[in-house]
């Protein structure tokens, strides 16, 4: 259950000075107009009340005078100019939130996932992190929220001081009396609204459980699973079960709220019926005018309704803030790695890669799964890595990414350590086609593949020739749209290519990619055996002069490797070319022949 953490006075106005300052980010000009625009339309009632108010004395002054109509006209001509303004206010209002929205849909996700980008794997692996991360995705659009919401209650406050000016001249006792009605409904108002945000909040887990089990129900490649199983009923149990409960509970409270809300206003209505009589009194004592019978009576009004609903305001201000200080921690986080300096030039041939002692254990985790690795990768060789499952062989992966800084030893590109190098200048070196490979199921067949390497213009030749080598064009016929063939079913015209086409098309992705390192992480686990040999035949032939790791549990796909690494348990415990290994008879040779038996069988 997440923590109840309540933010300082200080920490809430940081916050909102800083969701502020987002909105100012998205668009300055939008952001100071929206305010200056809220001041005015919460003012205008009161303003609105003034005129009218003049306009009335004007009126009375010259009844029964004989006087002409027409002079009535230059305090119409007022109203009427005031209403021309603020029906032109309102309508910027409506365009301006408008504005507002569509630059908080579409800029806010951008800066969030650019931020996200900068932080790197070890940052964004760190569970705190996720649990953060996933939650400001779900609420970032309070940001807007928040903004537009906070400038209403500085724009009632503003009309609040301005109203309590006019009744405080007027019945300065009576004005302190009020204010002390109106005090039970706000602090109910405020009881029952921290209930509210409580519930919402302790449910956070159950809702997202409940949120995934809905994406999980409209899913059709779920739903394939769940007709056999009939796991339908059950599921959707799990999820009436948690809504069920949360409805209940939120009515429940919004019932007595209501209840109270009501009780408390009869306090607050007949201390406004004594205002007015206060009013009525010095009209009749001939103190004020008619005009400023309306005003007043307006004045007192508005005092009292932007009292009662400030402090629901204000507490919604500070609940909501708990959780826009959790997106400004996501935009103020920092990557936990710090980038080298050491720019890898990009050119033809490999670096030497060198493992030194290397040890790693995943951050939080208590044992190393790669311990005190030798190992030198020279370039344009061709190496292979096997072990079971859990060996090491992604993590290895995973640390020649420089995804994590290794816990001990040293990695070197040439002779220069992976930390000291600028990232990226390594990763224009470095072509990886991990296990869990990327599907951009959105994009085209051919956009899958210049992925490899879309920072340059799409070569069709060489795109071609990737897809070939991969053995894509043995299904290519099935794409109506050929290249430009959308890979989801999801989308118009699209088709869902099978898991092992999805991995040929990955594979191609790499082939374009055509990098002076590329690692292959299990390239072939779904693919049939022919297309294997097919791909793997003329990979090191393609990859001429580049380094090249292939990782894989198929002994067929390793065995022309010019060395072959055998990981266990984090350690390379032998290593040599297939021959070698073979006659050493050690594990290699042991499961070499199991598997060459199992298909012999
Ligand atoms: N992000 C992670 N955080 C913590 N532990 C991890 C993480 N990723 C992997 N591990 C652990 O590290 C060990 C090695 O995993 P790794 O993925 O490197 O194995 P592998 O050799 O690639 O296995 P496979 O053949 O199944 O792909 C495993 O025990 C795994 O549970
Ligand atoms: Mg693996």
Request: positive net charge; proline residues 3%; hydrophobic residues 40%.
């Amino acid at each position: 259950m997440e923590q109840e953490n309540k933010l300082s006075f200080l920490q809430f106005l940081n916050t909102l000075r800083w969701s502020f300052a987002f909105q100012m980010k998205l668009s300055p000009v939008v952001a100071v107009l929206k305010v200056a625009v809220i001041v005015f339309i919460e003012l205008e009632p009161l303003v609105y009340a003034y005129i009218f108010a003049r306009l009335l004395d004007v009126a009375i002054g010259i009844a029964g005078t004989g006087a002409e109509p027409q002079e009535i006209i230059p305090a119409l001509g007022l109203l009427f100019g005031y209403n021309i303004i603020s029906s032109a206010v309102n309508h910027s209002n409506y365009y301006l939130s408008s504005v507002l929205s569509t630059f908080n849909n579409f800029k806010t996700p951008y800066y969030f996932y650019q931020h996200i980008h900068s932080l790197g794997i070890q940052t964004l692996e760190v569970p705190d992190v996720v649990n953060k991360i996933q939650r400001s995705k779900e609420t970032l659009n309070l940001l807007n929220q928040d903004f537009e919401r906070g400038s209403i209650f500085f724009a009632k406050i503003i009309t609040l001081l301005v109203a309590a000016l006019v009744i405080v001249k007027m019945m300065p006792i009576f004005t302190g009396i009020i204010i002390l009605t109106v005090i039970p409904g706000m602090l109910s108002s405020k009881y029952f609204l921290q209930k509210q945000w409580r519930l919402w909040r302790n449910e956070t887990e159950n809702r997202r459980r409940a949120r995934n089990i809905f994406d999980i129900l409209i899913e059709t490649i779920n739903l394939q699973e769940i007709f056999i199983t009939s796991a339908y009923g059950y599921l959707s149990g799990v999820y009436r079960k948690y809504t069920d409960y949360f409805a209940t509970a939120d009515l429940k409270i919004l019932r007595k709220w209501r209840s109270y809300g009501f009780l408390f206003g009869l306090l607050t209505s007949s201390a406004s019926i004594a205002g007015y009589f206060i009013i009525f009194k010095n009209f009749l004592k001939g103190l004020i005018s008619v005009g400023d019978v309306t005003f007043q009576i307006r004045s007192l009004n508005i005092f009292i309704s932007n009292l009662t609903s400030m402090s629901g305001s204000y507490t919604a201000l500070r609940e909501r803030s708990i959780r826009i200080a959790e997106i400004k921690e996501v935009f103020e986080m920092k990557p936990n790695i710090t980038d080298g300096a050491v720019v890898l030039p990009e050119n033809e041939t490999p670096p030497n890669i060198t493992l030194k002692n290397v040890s790693f254990a995943y951050p939080r985790a208590e044992t190393n799964v790669i311990k005190n690795l030798n190992l030198e990768i020279k370039p344009g060789e061709k190496i292979a890595i096997v072990g079971e499952n859990g060996a090491g062989k992604t993590t290895l992966v995973r640390i020649l990414s420089r995804f994590y800084k290794v816990s001990e030893g040293e990695i070197l590109l040439d002779s220069t350590n992976i930390n000291d190098i600028k990232i990226e200048s390594w990763y224009k070196n470095l072509g990886v086609l991990f296990q869990d490979y990327n599907t951009y199921s959105p994009l085209t067949l051919k956009e899958n593949i210049h992925l490899g390497n879309a920072h340059e213009k799409l070569d069709e030749e060489r795109m071609i020739e990737a897809a070939n080598k991969a053995n894509v064009n043995s299904f290519l016929a099935n794409f109506k749209n050929g290249y430009d063939q959308v890979l989801s079913e999801k989308f118009k015209g699209g088709t869902r290519p099978s898991t092992g086409q999805w991995q040929k098309i990955a594979i191609a992705r790499f082939f374009y990619r055509n990098s002076p390192v590329v690692i292959f992480d299990e390239p072939t686990a779904s693919i049939d055996a022919v297309s294997e040999s097919e791909i793997f035949g003329q990979i090191y032939d393609f990859f001429k002069g580049k380094t090249v790791i292939i990782i894989s549990h198929r002994f067929s796909t390793v065995r022309n490797a010019d060395k072959i690494y055998v990981l266990d348990k984090g350690e390379i415990i032998e290593s040599g070319s297939h021959d070698e290994l073979m006659a050493r008879k050690g594990k290699y040779h042991h499961a070499f022949t199991i598997q060459a038996e199992g298909y012999r069988a």
